[in-house]
């Protein structure tokens, strides 16, 4: 009987495959370094992984893309299908957007992370790390669509560095320009350019058919001769993105399909990604299972950036507290060139990393003249950003900062170019938290930084510890008479007051297991329609909102010239968005009465459907002179009004059209009463804020027709939550409307990953 001899499987039976970039690295290759991606025969070092390093960094730097897995999917019913599939809301993508995004199996737990390429409603590329054909075809049951993998039909050219763009210009690609971070173009032949990257740094990223490779290759490296261009493998890339705090599957996390044990899946809270997670969406896979988890809190660990002492390698070395208890693992390390410091990402479990920050130590083995020596060196936290109340206080180049926009400090010309310049951005935000004995706790964000924080620990807070939390009107109104020698009626004790104000509502809605709004009188409409403020009016009418308010450029100080370029302003936007669109124009205090008079009369023919906050708020003589003299004009305020008292006059007087309270300037309780106020009169109360709290009381007024958004994205190009990274739920705005669930008060949860530092 003839013996059956089993083959062996190698790489000399099955080589590696070769992209079709292959022989354009490999001709530069010096130091011979090759991995294995997805199949593919994929450089780790091209010749110097430090030089590489610095090609990203300050110049530009090519690199092989094409193993990275590629599907297309099509149909009538695509959309529908990758919104189900996928965590966040595929509907609010725009055409021609790349969208980073993440998909769990039943149990909540991550099976990959990529990117979301939309040509179409019905045209999309998926782009991830590993293969998952059969589970999406699986999830497409029932689903009218046509899914395949196209990852050997594409090739893929990463294209990043300061220099980038001008690389592309010079091989004749222009249209590069026109992109805004997340955007992409198609261009002659199927070739896709898109503005992302791995690299946290000015980028883009190349998608063509395998045979215009070549010619691709020669035509970018010709054009970057002489701006430094440079052939990079991973290792460089991989500082980079550690640099940047970006995680790469089975790397930093095991998917779902690929963890032998059940402890070695993580949600995505667990790996730094609750943000991503619309739980407004009326279901996606393992949404079920992710309502459990935060209910329940039952995530065990939390995704950490560390910084460690020394320079000695630390990848996959554990994390120990007081350098005995195992407490995490390091996912991936290196050391950062341009911070000088020793980084790493890392796995950790709960409390460790969160509560328990101190005394943490990693365990590292270095090989000394043959011998292996253990080092336990210290590790700290690298604290992350957050978002609160305070929506100035922002990063550099945020639109709502360094854009000219016109203020009442515009008039000096050292003071114009950036809000910031002049403080607008100082006081921060504070988040306020209230325990019950019971265990139920209620919380808000506010303004005002540490003077807030100084008022309620040495003043306030002997209102409320011990006091009934049912208590909402007494317990305002002790705080608001007690400040009575100190606060005025705005400002930042006012302000103060508010926060707590909500805080105290959100905990009452926790304690009897209802959303405020049913706590005020309850929906009057199913769902709230917004409109956007932001630069970007033209983007906010094609994702559904039913108006957008722009910044005024231009005040008193910049003379005539100013007030041409603010009429050409406006009337390019109108002409942008059409007739019928509300279009709205926001001063933010910053002019005079003759200057607000010719504004409005300059810019008649755009039809705004108002005018906002032209004068300060205490000025209401000023205001009843401009309403007179342009009576056709709907005219606002109320943003810097935070008191009844201050509304009395207003209202009494109807110096303004339209009354505009922030809720976390106000308070909920006293926002009540200004609106109980301008009911009698029939006045409309459009709360100047967005964000849970003025949804709340939004959804449950006749007086507010519809209500605020703010886009706090730094290019205002996508929909972004008011708050950040703040709460794991926050609700936002969905073409254009707001709809609210019966989660109880605000209905918003606080992001474990969130870093709060307590005064």
Not at 460 to 487: C, E, T, W
Request: net charge neutral; charged share 25%; aromatic share 12%.
């Amino acid at each position: 009987m003839k013996k059956e001899l089993i083959k062996s499987k190698s790489n000399f039976n099955n080589p590696l495959k070769k992209t079709p970039f292959y022989e354009k690295f490999s001709s530069q290759m010096t130091q011979g370094y090759w991995y294995d991606w997805s199949g593919y025969k994929a450089a780790s070092i091209i010749q110097d992984q430090e030089l590489e390093y610095f090609a990203i960094r300050s110049t530009t730097s090519l690199f092989d893309i094409s193993p990275l897995i590629k599907y297309r999917i099509k149909g009538k019913d695509t959309e529908k299908f990758l919104n189900k599939l996928t965590v966040r809301n595929v509907i609010l993508q725009k055409n021609n957007t790349v969208q980073y995004t993440l998909w769990c199996n039943d149990d909540g737990h991550v099976l990959d992370d990529g990117t979301l390429f939309k040509f179409s409603k019905f045209d999309y590329r998926l782009c991830c790390q590993e293969r998952h054909l059969p589970w999406l075809l699986d999830s497409a049951i029932g689903f009218d669509i046509e899914l395949f993998e196209e990852t050997d039909l594409v090739a893929g050219l990463s294209i990043q560095g300061p220099t980038s763009a001008s690389v592309l210009n010079n091989a004749g690609l222009d249209i590069i320009n026109t992109l805004k971070p997340f955007d992409f173009v198609e261009i002659e032949k199927n070739i896709l350019i898109s503005r992302t990257g791995f690299t946290g740094d000015l980028g883009y990223e190349i998608f063509l058919p395998n045979q215009l490779a070549n010619d691709f290759w020669e035509k970018i490296w010709k054009a970057g001769k002489y701006l430094g261009i440079k052939a990079i493998g991973f290792n460089a890339l991989n500082i980079a993105r550690v640099e940047t705090g970006f995680i790469v599957a089975n790397s930093d996390f095991i998917t779902a399909e690929h963890a032998i044990r059940n402890n070695r899946t993580r949600n995505p809270d667990e790996i730094g990604l609750s943000w991503m997670v619309d739980m407004s969406k009326p279901f996606f896979n393992g949404k079920d299972a992710i309502v459990k988890i935060r209910k329940n809190k039952l995530s065990k660990y939390v995704f950490a950036a560390l910084e460690i002492d020394g320079k000695e390698p630390a990848d996959g070395a554990i994390i120990y507290h007081d350098k005995k208890h195992e407490v995490g693992i390091i996912t991936a390390a290196t050391w950062s060139p341009t911070a000088k410091k020793s980084i790493a990402l890392a796995s950790m479990k709960l409390p460790y990393g969160q509560k328990i920050k101190s005394n943490l130590w990693v365990e590292i083995y270095v090989l000394r003249e043959l011998e292996y020596y253990k080092m336990m060196k210290k590790v700290s936290i690298v604290k992350t950003q957050s978002a609160g109340a305070d929506y100035t206080d922002h990063a550099a180049g945020h639109w709502i900062n360094d854009t000219i926009i016109a203020n009442p400090m515009s008039v000096y010309s050292s003071f114009q170019d950036s809000r910031s310049s002049w403080g607008m951005d100082v006081l921060k935000g504070i988040f306020i938290e209230i325990e019950t004995e019971g265990g139920h706790r209620g919380y808000a964000t506010a303004y005002g930084g540490y003077i807030s924080s100084w008022i309620i620990k040495n003043h306030l807070n002997r209102f409320l510890i011990g006091a009934d939390a049912r208590d909402l009107n007494l317990l305002y109104d002790q705080m608001y008479r007690a400040a009575i020698p100190y606060s005025g009626q705005n400002g930042v004790v006012i302000n103060t007051i508010a926060g707590i104000d909500l805080a105290l509502w959100d905990l009452l809605g926790k304690v009897r297991g209802e959303p405020v709004y049913k706590m005020i009188g309850g929906k009057v409409r199913d769902k709230l329609q917004t409109y956007v403020t932001g630069p970007e009016a033209k983007l906010a009418q094609s994702w559904g909102h039913i108006g957008s308010k722009i910044p005024l450029p231009y005040g008193p100080g910049d003379g005539i010239k100013g007030l041409k370029k603010n009429q050409e302003y406006i009337m390019e936007t109108r002409k942008q968005v059409g007739p019928d669109y509300r279009l709205m124009v926001d001063c933010y205090m910053s002019l005079d009465v003759p200057y607000a008079i010719d504004l409005a009369n300059a810019v008649r023919e755009a039809n705004l459907f108002w005018i906002e906050e032209a004068l300060p708020p205490h000025d209401l003589e000023s205001h009843k002179l401009i309403k007179e003299a342009c009576p056709w004009q709907k005219w606002t305020t109320g943003e810097h009004t935070n008191s009844r008292y201050g509304f009395r006059n207003i209202i009494r007087d109807r110096s303004v059209d339209i009354l505009q309270p922030d809720l976390t300037l106000c308070g909920m309780t006293e926002t009540l009463r200004i609106a109980a106020m301008a009911s009698a009169y029939d006045m409309i109360v459009i709360p100047h804020c967005s964000g849970v709290y003025a949804y709340n009381f939004g959804i449950a007024s006749t007086l507010t027709p519809f209500n605020e958004f703010i886009n706090l994205h730094p290019q205002a190009t996508q929909i972004v939550p008011i708050f950040g990274k703040m709460f794991t739920n926050e609700t936002v705005p969905i073409n254009g409307e707001v709809s609210l669930t019966d989660l109880p008060g605000f209905g918003a949860e606080l992001n474990p990953e969130v870093e709060l530092e307590e005064i």
